[in-house]
């Protein structure tokens, strides 16, 4: 079974390594920076979160802030788990094929991809902490995946696990801390310089003179 899902995963990785191989000079430049680009997106969708979550209470912002935690923790989780497998990457095992990315040499093996990991990872924390960043945070972890398969570094597999790795660890890096984070957001916000990073200043209250006449219309009714 094991031997059947790697030979499809290979073959898949062959013809997406052959189609890269076709396409204009600035898109598989575009694909090579891109690969690494990708995850630039999500600290963007970090520091939304958390500008966001200001404005919605104490476990949001926790989990805003825990984000970038627990990518970094999933992170070594994968590679962790990648520790105790000696698999070649595409580029490495199909030297017949002209990859976009340059192979890394033999000892920094593929599955599961770091990557992924972390773009699965930062995902879900960022799904977890505003949901309205979903569609975004899931597009481009399947973008940075895909694109580790473009430029020939990392087969389907490795990408599809290395997601589920993040995803999962992150998840169940916020679900543990999410109290403790909220405890610490409430304590830090009790300081005055630090209260404006935590919570979002209250829109200003109606004046005297307009709550008179609220009062009054509201008497009079």
Not at 57 to 84: D, E, M, N, Q
Request: charged letters at 15%.
């Amino acid at each position: 079974m094991v031997s059947e899902i790697f030979a499809t995963s290979a073959a898949w990785s062959r013809a997406v390594i052959e189609f890269a191989d076709g396409l204009d000079p600035w898109a598989r430049t575009a694909a090579q920076w891109g690969t690494d680009l990708f995850l630039g997106v999500f600290a963007f969708l970090f520091l939304m979160a958390w500008w966001r979550a200001r404005s919605a209470g104490s476990r949001l912002v926790g989990l805003a802030l825990l984000a970038p935690v627990a990518t970094v923790i999933a992170y070594f989780a994968s590679v962790t788990v990648k520790s105790f497998f000696q698999q070649l990457r595409p580029c490495q095992a199909m030297t017949d094929l002209n990859t976009i990315a340059t192979c890394d040499p033999v000892g920094d093996w593929s599955f599961p991809s770091n990557h992924a990991a972390v773009a699965g990872a930062a995902a879900a924390a960022v799904i977890i902490a505003w949901r309205r960043f979903a569609v975004a945070a899931v597009l481009f972890a399947a973008l940075e995946a895909f694109s580790r398969v473009l430029v020939g570094v990392h087969y389907p597999h490795d990408v599809t696990v290395g997601l589920l790795v993040g995803a999962a660890v992150a998840t169940l890096v916020c679900l543990l801390a999410a109290r403790p984070m909220t405890f610490l957001v409430d304590r830090l916000a009790e300081n005055d310089r630090l209260r404006p990073l935590l919570r979002a200043r209250a829109a200003p209250g109606p004046g005297p003179e307009i709550e008179q006449i609220r009062e009054k219309a509201h008497s009079s009714a």
